[in-house]
C-alpha cells in the first residue's frame, strides 16, 4: 500500500462522522450510516449474531477517501452467495474457515456498492490498496480471507486483481418494458401463463382479502405490531427462529426511512392475516420481508410479488427487486440477471481447487441464465398465439 494511504479498521459505525460516511456511500439505501447503524444499535449484528462489524476506512493523510462495509465473519449465514462446501472442506482437512471477513449488507441480498469512492481518485488504485488491506486483515484474523458480495456489474471489473476469484449466480428481477398497467403487463403473458396469473389472483379475491397498500408514515404502531407477529411467526414456521432482526431495528428503520418504506397489509374479515415490509430508492422497489398468521395458495405470490409490479406501475418505478432465489419468479414474469461476489483466499492448500471451480460456476450459471430465459411467461415478439 503506498505510504500516503492507511487504512483503518472500525469495530463499529458509530464512531464514523455520518457525514463522511455517506459522502462515500449514502447514495445507495442499504449502505447509508443509519441503515447500518440500526443493525447495530438493534444487536442484529455483533458476536451473538456472528457479524462482527469492522469497517474499513481508508484516508490520505486525515481524510477519508474510501470506506467499504465490513464484518468479520463467524459462519456463512445471511450471505446469499454461499460457501458451504468450502467451509466442510476447509474442515474436513482440519484447517480454519472461520473466522473470514465479509462486505455485505447483512441480511441483505441486494447489489450495490461495496467500496465508496471520494471524487477525482483513482478506481484502480484504491482498489488494489483495499485489497492488499484486507489481505492482511483476514491473515492476522487466522481464516480463510476475504469476500465481497453482491458487488454491482460495472465495479466487478475493478476487483480483477491478482489472486482474486469471482463469482456469480442468478437472481429475478421485473423489469418495466412500458407497459401502463397491470392488465397490459399481463397481455405479453402467453395465455396459459397469464390464465395461471389470473387464477392465483382470483383465489386471493374469492377468499374475501382485501390489500391495503400503506406509505411511509401511513405505517401506524399497531401495522407494526402486527408486521412483526407476521414476520416472527413465519420465521419460526420455517427456519425454527424468530428472524434475524428484531422490534428496535424495524422501529430504527421506521424513524429514519419513512419516505422509503412500503407496507402491504392483507385483510381477511377485517383482520390483518399477513404482512409484506418494501423499500424504495429511486426508480427501484425492493421486497424485503413477509409473514403471515395463516397458510393460504397464492396469498405470497399477491402479496410479495404482484403487488408490487402494481406498485411499481402505478408510480412509474423501472425495477422491482424481490428478492433472491425462487425459479417459480420466472412464471410470473421476473427475469433472471446476475449478482457477483469476489474473494480472496489466504490458505494456498485449496485455492487452485476453490479458483476452479468459480470457474466452472461462472460458465454454468451463464448457462441456467440463457435456460432459464426458456421459463418466462412472455409471447415471442410479434405473435398472437399461445
Not at 480471507?145 to 453482491?150: D, E, N, R, S, T
Not at 442468478?170 to 423489469?175: G, K, S
Request: charged share 20%; aromatic share 12%; glycine share 10%.
Amino acid at each position: 500500500m503506498s505510504e500516503a494511504l492507511r487504512a483503518e479498521f472500525v469495530p463499529t459505525i458509530t464512531t464514523i462522522d455520518p457525514m463522511v460516511w455517506d459522502a462515500l456511500l449514502g447514495a445507495h439505501l442499504f449502505t447509508r450510516y443509519h441503515y447500518l447503524e440500526a443493525l447495530e444499535r438493534s444487536g442484529c449484528v455483533g458476536l451473538e449474531s456472528g457479524w462482527i462489524p469492522q469497517h474499513l476506512l481508508l484516508y490520505r493523510d486525515d481524510r477519508a477517501i474510501a470506506a467499504m462495509p465490513l464484518y468479520i465473519k463467524l459462519h456463512s449465514y445471511g450471505e446469499y452467495l454461499f460457501d458451504w462446501s468450502w467451509a466442510r472442506a476447509f474442515e474436513q482437512h482440519g484447517q480454519p474457515y472461520y473466522p473470514k471477513l465479509v462486505s455485505a449488507i447483512p441480511f441483505t441480498a441486494v447489489s450495490g456498492p461495496r467500496l465508496g469512492i471520494a471524487p477525482k481518485e483513482c478506481h484502480a488504485t484504491l482498489h488494489a490498496a483495499v485489497a492488499h488491506a484486507l489481505q492482511q486483515r483476514a491473515e492476522g484474523l487466522g481464516g480463510s480471507g476475504a469476500q465481497v458480495l453482491f458487488v454491482e456489474g460495472d465495479a466487478l471489473s475493478n476487483w480483477a486483481l491478482q489472486d482474486w476469484y469471482r463469482r456469480r449466480d442468478l437472481r429475478y428481477q421485473w423489469h418495466h418494458r412500458g407497459e401502463s398497467d397491470f392488465d397490459a403487463f399481463l397481455a405479453r403473458f402467453k395465455s396459459r401463463k397469464r390464465k395461471m396469473v389470473h387464477k392465483e389472483r382470483a383465489r386471493i379475491v374469492d377468499a374475501g382479502i382485501h390489500i391495503d397498500v400503506l406509505n411511509g408514515g401511513e405505517i401506524s404502531p399497531a401495522h407494526w405490531h402486527t408486521f412483526l407477529h407476521c414476520y416472527r411467526n413465519t420465521y419460526l414456521k420455517r427456519s425454527g427462529h424468530g428472524g434475524y432482526l428484531t422490534p428496535e431495528f424495524f422501529q430504527r428503520l421506521a424513524d429514519a426511512f419513512s419516505e422509503h418504506l412500503v407496507m402491504m397489509v392483507a385483510r381477511q374479515h377485517g383482520h390483518i392475516i399477513a404482512c409484506a415490509l418494501y423499500m424504495k430508492q429511486d426508480d427501484t422497489l425492493y421486497g424485503r420481508y413477509w409473514g403471515a398468521l395463516q397458510p393460504m395458495d397464492g396469498l405470497h405470490f399477491e402479496l410479495c410479488y404482484y403487488q408490487g409490479i402494481e406498485y411499481c406501475l402505478r408510480h412509474g418505478l423501472k425495477r422491482f427487486d424481490p428478492g433472491v432465489q425462487g425459479e417459480h419468479k420466472l412464471a410470473r414474469g421476473f427475469e433472471p440477471v446476475y449478482s457477483y461476489g469476489v474473494g480472496t483466499l489466504q490458505n494456498t492448500l485449496f485455492a487452485d481447487a476453490i479458483h476452479h471451480f468459480c470457474q466452472e460456476e461462472w460458465g454454468a450459471v451463464g448457462e441456467a441464465l440463457e435456460q432459464a430465459k426458456s421459463g418466462l411467461p412472455f409471447r415471442s415478439e410479434g405473435s398472437n398465439s399461445n
